[in-house]
C-alpha cells in the first residue's frame, strides 16, 4: 500500500529561506515601539519576517534600512551588504525622504532604484518594490502629490519589466485614516504597520496569522479645525524637515542598520545602531514621509 497522504510532509508556504529588507525609517519601524527593546521599534518588515518564518526551517531575515536615508544612499550603502548576505528576498522602499525636496525629479530617482532592481533580479533574487500612499489633496503634503504619483508610476514600469513584485501603499485606502500614522504624520502608527505588513503578505501570497485592525471611524472635523492642525504640523514637523534637507545636514543621527546580520527573525542580531533609549535619542530623523487624509474638505 503507498504511504497515507496524510503522513506526507508539509510542504513550505513560501520558497524563501533569507529576507533582506533595505530602506529608511519606514523600514526600520518608526513609529512602532518594541515591547521586548526599549527605545527600539518593530515595524512591518520585522512583522512580515515573523509570519515568513512560519513552517520554513532556517528563514533568516536581515534589515539594513537606516533612518534618513535618501534614495542613493540607501542604494549606496545597502545594496552590497545586501547581496554578500545572499539572500532569495530583498525589499527596497526608499525615495520619501528625496521627494521632499523642492527640486527632487522623480524620473531621476526612479533610475537610480531601477538599477538596484536590476542588479539584484540579474542574481536571481525576488524583489519587492514599494509605492508611497497617497498623500491626499487636502492635506499640506498635497502639493507633492503629483511627484510621489509620478514616481510610483515609474516604479510600476521597473517592477514590471524585471518581474519584480509592487507593494502597492496607494491602493491603501485604509491608510487614509490619521489613525494608522504617528502624530508627525511621517512614520505609520504600530497599527499602520500592521496593515503594511498585511499588504506585503498577500502580495507575496503567503498564508499568515495577521488579521484587519481597522478602527472605529473617527468623528467629523470642520474645515477649519483640519487646516489648522495641518498647519501646526507643518511648523512642528515638516518645515525643519526641510529646512534639515535643504541645509545637507546629517541626516541619520549616528545610527545604522538595526538588524545588519541574518538571523531567525525572534533574535537580535549584533547591531550598528546605537543603544539609546528613547529618552535619550538625538532629535528623531524622518522617512517615508506622507500624510493622511486630513479632515472633510
Not at 512560519?54 to 534614495?71: E, I, K, M, W
Not at 499588504?199 to 477649519?224: A, D, G, I, Q
Not at 545610527?255 to 537580535?268: L, N
Request: glycine share 8%.
Amino acid at each position: 500500500m503507498g504511504q497515507d497522504h496524510q503522513d506526507l510532509p508539509k510542504p513550505p508556504p513560501h520558497p524563501w529561506r533569507r529576507f533582506v529588507a533595505m530602506g529608511d525609517s519606514f523600514t526600520e519601524g518608526l513609529d512602532d515601539p518594541e515591547p521586548l527593546n526599549p527605545g527600539g521599534y518593530r515595524g512591518w518588515a520585522d512583522r512580515v519576517a515573523e509570519e515568513l518564518s512560519v513552517g520554513v526551517p532556517g528563514f533568516a531575515y536581515a534589515n539594513l534600512a537606516v533612518r534618513g536615508q535618501l534614495l542613493h544612499e540607501v542604494v549606496e550603502t545597502q545594496l552590497g551588504p545586501a547581496l554578500t548576505l545572499k539572500p532569495d528576498l530583498v525589499s527596497i522602499q526608499a525615495g520619501g525622504n528625496d521627494l521632499l525636496h523642492p527640486r527632487a525629479d522623480p524620473d531621476k530617482l526612479a533610475g537610480i532604484l531601477e538599477r538596484a532592481v536590476e542588479i539584484l533580479r540579474f542574481q536571481g533574487v525576488a524583489v519587492v518594490i514599494f509605492v508611497g500612499p497617497d498623500s491626499g489633496r487636502s492635506t499640506v503634503l498635497g502639493q507633492f502629490r503629483t511627484k510621489i504619483a509620478v514616481y510610483n508610476e515609474n516604479l510600476r514600469s521597473i517592477a514590471e519589466q524585471n518581474d519584480a513584485v509592487i507593494a502597492d501603499m496607494w491602493a491603501m485606502t485604509e491608510l487614509h485614516d490619521p489613525r494608522m500614522w504617528s502624530p508627525d504624520r511621517l512614520h505609520p502608527s504600530s497599527m499602520g504597520h500592521h496593515a503594511v505588513a498585511t499588504m506585503v503578505l498577500e502580495t507575496l501570497n503567503v498564508p499568515h496569522t495577521l488579521r484587519p485592525n481597522l478602527p472605529k471611524p473617527l468623528p467629523e472635523r470642520s474645515w477649519r479645525e483640519a487646516r489648522e492642525e495641518d498647519l501646526l504640523w507643518a511648523r512642528e514637523y515638516l518645515v525643519p524637515y526641510v529646512l534639515r534637507s535643504i541645509r545637507h545636514e546629517p541626516a541619520n543621527g549616528g545610527f545604522g542598520a538595526k538588524r545588519p546580520v541574518p538571523a531567525p527573525w525572534d533574535t537580535t542580531p549584533p547591531t550598528s545602531s546605537s543603544p539609546i533609549v528613547e529618552e535619550q535619542r538625538p532629535e528623531r530623523i524622518f522617512g517615508n514621509a506622507v500624510p493622511p487624509e486630513g479632515g472633510p474638505a
